[in-house]
């Protein structure tokens, strides 16, 4: 039996007699409509397929709207327009732009997305680099009618000028349409059923679509994920393309490949990622003059001007399903030994075209972030230009971060802070030991500054060691302290993990994602302990003041004062917390972070005091969690903030003044959502008044110029 049905469009059409293979449908307006046939055998299998019909204005330029018209996906518009080449002598890449707004009525929502030459249209699989297809793609936030309008201008360079520039393209300019999207049908964790990460002004990034949090954990290296053996026009210098060849047995019947099979390594190896609970991935889409060379969007390494349609293409069915699977895209742009190859590092023609390209092509992603840099040389003023252009040209307006050396954080960061720049986040590389530390600190100072990053410990040194192969340590006892837990414990983003490079499978020659395997474990046991048991990690701070034994590689705690407490006991043994600010009861559980598992209840305790945790279940002397959650949920309101203004301090007044740190700390409960803490610092009492440099910073210093006893306050 057959049977046409329509699943959406801009009114009902008419079907007439839909129980037949082939029909008309009648009374179609302007739009997009989504047709289905499904047909059912005598034993009442069914199997079906969609088809796509698009009406559009008489001596309009044809239009085709393809994909899963539902919330959260990527919808595809392609035109038919002008043909052209890669190599054409106007350059496509420069002398077109091709925009088309998005509109949604209803909501008021208004997308710009730049869009990109597509060559044949299905250039993933033929390799084409000529054609007259031209793209753009949109992952709609809400259900209904939603508009396009295309705008379409030729001109020298108008793809990185004004989206005003150059002359309209006639008959594509001003072609008009519009299509139904429906509600999301997908399951967690595919990011289809979440929505877009944004950032909302905290330390971690919130889905649009559910409003959940995001922390992460997964793969840093290899850096060159890209050159894979299998991606067109991707060259092999010093033997550094990857086959992912052990990852073939990963990937599964039905999975996307392209050009008649290629590509099942490398989309088996996000499989493995996947299936081992991880959501990251990291790679540089550009590696050329860098560590390994052979990665590039360009269709010759050395020609900044023009784009490889089909490598292109092959990186986003990648993208794609990493999407699918609940894999964050950590695009890292550049690295430090090419950060001066476009535009000898500045901000013109060659680096805005490079920008556009991927936002055009990939920007519709769910989840992701654009790093300005790995390891950066940029100046200050050039990295406040290349993050201004994400934010005014990426529609979506995805967080941006910026990479760089251990030891020039300083410089590097403190420039960006606030409303100096529009970073939203720091990609941390660190030495192993100073993981918590460094996370902390950027936290601090840049809620100090007005605008608080998303801070994640992308790299962990020393170089030649990051995180090692379980072959050369299998139970990666001080990794997962100090780096895993240490971010995490500082109320960082999550982790990325490198490999370096005297390890088997590193930074540049993994092939296999195995080599970590039991280290990936205890990652997926640290989301799953977040993730499982609901921790409200994005309404916590450190608070390490509150639990016995703290320090930088010590015991840790992460609070939600009077609501909820996550305490890190480095060596296990029996500790305190401090309650004294909290009321009501409040149940302990322990989670082993070595081997996972489900929580196990540990004392009730009462607030209002200094408490004992108990001790461990078992193994005592190894690092256990603590959570310690209100019995009563916290008193179901906000709750005051707690305030430590640091220990009592000597300090000596040596020509005429004397400096004395104020490393003071406030911890808030979030609530209510989107509010914020006022910090601030006072005189009490003291035979004069100190200058403090920063009163609106919990941790800041103030200088003295008399003797004798003051009392400071941090309210």
């Excluded at 990109?116 to 680099?129: H, K, L």
């Excluded at 990251?280 to 060379?293: A, C, H, I, Q």
């Amino acid at each position: 039996a057959y049977r046409w049905t329509q699943v959406s469009g801009p009114n009902d059409a008419d079907l007439g007699a839909a129980n037949r293979p082939s029909l008309f449908a009648n009374g179609l307006v302007i739009g997009t409509y989504h047709f289905r046939l499904t047909i059912t055998d005598n034993e009442d299998n069914e199997a079906s397929d969609d088809v796509y019909v698009n009406v559009i204005e008489p001596g309009s330029a044809p239009v085709l709207i393809t994909g899963e018209l539902k919330r959260w996906h990527n919808v595809v518009l392609t035109l038919d327009g002008p043909s052209t080449s890669e190599g054409a002598a106007s350059n496509p890449f420069y002398n077109y732009r091709f925009d088309v707004i998005f509109s949604h009525a209803e909501s008021g929502l208004s997308y710009r997305v730049p869009g990109y030459f597509a060559a044949d249209g299905n250039a993933a699989n033929s390799s084409a680099n000529s054609g007259n297809k031209w793209r753009a793609h949109l992952c709609p936030d809400e259900v209904g009618t939603w508009n396009y309008v295309v705008d379409f201008r030729q001109g020298s360079n108008v793809s990185i000028g004004s989206p005003s520039g150059g002359s309209p393209l006639s008959p594509y300019h001003g072609v008009t349409g519009s299509f139904v999207i429906a509600e999301s049908d997908k399951l967690v964790p595919d990011f289809r059923a979440r929505g877009r990460l944004e950032y909302v002004g905290k330390h971690h990034l919130r889905f649009k679509g559910d409003n959940s949090y995001f922390i992460k954990a997964g793969a840093d290296s290899p850096e060159n994920l890209l050159a894979y053996d299998d991606f067109d026009n991707t060259p092999n210098t010093g033997g550094r393309r990857r086959s992912f060849s052990p990852h073939q047995r990963d990937y599964v019947p039905g999975d996307p490949t392209w050009a008649g099979g290629k590509g099942s390594e490398l989309i088996g190896a996000v499989n493995y990622i996947a299936n081992e609970g991880l959501n990251v991935m990291s790679f540089l889409t550009y590696s050329y003059n860098g560590d390994d060379k052979n990665v590039f969007p360009h269709r010759t390494a050395g020609d900044f001007s023009r784009m490889d349609c089909s490598k292109l293409d092959q990186w986003g069915v990648v993208f794609a399903h990493m999407q699918e699977k609940g894999i964050y895209l950590h695009f890292k742009t550049q690295e430090t030994e090419n950060d001066q190859n476009l535009d000898g590092g500045g901000l013109g023609n060659q680096r805005k075209l490079y920008y556009r390209e991927l936002v055009a092509r990939y920007g519709h992603h769910l989840a992701l972030n654009w790093n300005l840099g790995e390891e950066t040389t940029n100046t200050v003023a050039e990295a406040k230009s290349f993050a201004q252009w994400f934010h005014d040209n990426d529609p979506y307006r995805h967080n941006v971060v910026l990479h760089t050396y251990p030891g020039q954080q300083d410089q590097r960061y403190d420039p960006l802070l606030g409303n100096a720049s529009k970073l939203t986040g720091a990609s941390v590389q660190t030495g192993k030991t100073k993981v918590f530390a460094d996370t902390k600190r950027w936290r601090e100072k840049s809620a100090n500054a007005g605008r608080p990053w998303v801070v994640a410990n992308d790299e962990q040194g020393p170089a030649n060691e990051g995180i090692k192969a379980d072959s050369n340590d299998a139970a990666h006892n001080a990794e997962r302290g100090n780096v895993l837990w240490g971010n995490i414990m500082a109320g960082g983003a999550g982790i990325e993990c490198y490999f370096g490079y005297q390890q088997p499978h590193n930074d540049l020659n993994l092939d296999d994602f195995r080599s970590r395997d039991l280290w990936w474990d205890q990652c997926r046991h640290a989301l799953r302990f977040i993730y499982d048991n609901e921790v409200p990690f994005w309404n916590m701070a450190n608070a390490d003041g509150l639990v016995s034994g703290s320090g930088n590689n010590a015991n840790h705690c992460l609070a939600q004062p009077g609501v909820s407490y996550v305490v890190y006991l480095r060596n296990g043994g029996t500790h305190t917390l401090n309650l004294s600010a909290a009321a009501g009861p409040f149940q302990v559980k322990w989670y082993n972070p070595r081997s996972g598992g489900s929580l196990v209840n540990g004392p009730l305790v009462a607030g209002g005091s200094t408490v004992s945790l108990g001790a461990p279940p078992a193994q005592t002397s190894s690092d256990w969690v603590a959570l310690v959650e209100s019995a009563t949920g916290g008193g179901g309101g906000n709750n005051a903030p707690f305030v430590n203004a640091g220990s009592d301090s000597v300090v000596y007044l040596a020509g005429g003044t004397a400096v004395a740190p104020l490393p003071g700390s406030v911890f808030d409960d979030g609530l209510p959502e989107d509010a914020t803490t006022t910090i601030g610092w006072s005189v009490v009492s003291g035979p004069a008044t100190p200058s403090i440099a920063n009163p609106t910073a919990a941790d800041t210093s103030a200088t003295f110029t008399a003797l004798g006893t003051y009392v400071l306050r941090l309210t």
